[in-house]
């Protein structure tokens, strides 16, 4: 739950989020529900997802919002 209020009192403001595997993402949390952080990347980083795109050169709005799950949130930081 400590995760949950830490990215609601950051939601619509940049953020530096640090993840259990030790990937990190920059950008502004967009909206954040009970299991989920939904991230706007900043503007030219690129997103590399595991998920199946069913267009044929790769999704278009696939670097629009990163989906995050708050388990495993490590940090936050706002920047």
Known sequence: MEAYYNCLH???KKVR????DGHHHVGVIMDVDRYNVYLKPE???????????????????????????????LAIALI
């Not at 989020?17 to 259990?20: D, E, K, Y």
Request: proline share 8%; with cysteine; hydrophobic share 30%.
């Open 10 to 12: 950051c939601k619509n």
């Open 17 to 20: 989020i640090l993840t259990v």
């Open 43 to 73: 503007q030219g980083r690129n997103v590399q997802t595991s998920a199946f795109y069913p267009y044929p050169y790769g999704n278009p709005y696939s670097n629009q919002i990163l989906t995050l799950s708050l388990f495993t949130l």
